[in-house]
């Protein structure tokens, strides 16, 4: 049950159940409004896990599905495109504390709009890959956050 398994997992078993539903989302190709509702619904279920570590998680796990299906940022805000690239570039060299970091600090820097950094992402992962491409992306993925 995600409510007691996201308030008490720990960042593997969350990053695992982020990672399954995601990928699934993005290989259907699934609309933003349904990548809204299961960012709304992880962030419920998983209480005060939300603020401490799970919001991390979820776009740590975002990212390495990003970086496995070679998307790239869109410039559409260069700053927001910026931090990406550098969230991104993080993971991708396995620089996990420094992802961190870039993660909190981007996150401090827009209390107004704490999104901002999901909603990137997932504009990343709206366009479902070629079949060709589906079946390497489990391949592709960066490791884990490790903490």
Do not use: C
């Not at 896990?49 to 299906?69: G, K, P, S």
């Amino acid at each position: 049950m995600p409510h007691t398994l996201l308030r008490h997992a720990d960042a593997d078993t969350v990053q695992d159940y982020v990672l399954t539903r995601s990928i699934m989302r993005f290989s259907r190709g699934a609309p933003p409004e349904e990548w809204k509702f299961e960012h709304t619904e992880v962030r419920r279920a998983s209480g005060p896990q939300w603020t401490e570590a799970n919001a991390f998680l979820f776009d740590y796990t975002l990212a390495r599905i990003v970086i496995a299906a070679d998307r790239q940022p869109t410039h559409r805000r260069p700053d927001e495109a910026t931090f990406v690239q550098h969230f991104l570039d993080a993971i991708r060299a396995s620089a996990a504390e420094s992802a961190r970091r870039l993660w909190a600090a981007q996150q401090a820097e827009r209390m107004t709009a704490p999104d901002a950094t999901t909603v990137a992402l997932v504009s990343l992962l709206l366009t479902p890959p070629g079949n060709d491409h589906r079946a390497a992306l489990i391949h592709r993925l960066p490791p884990p956050y490790r903490a």
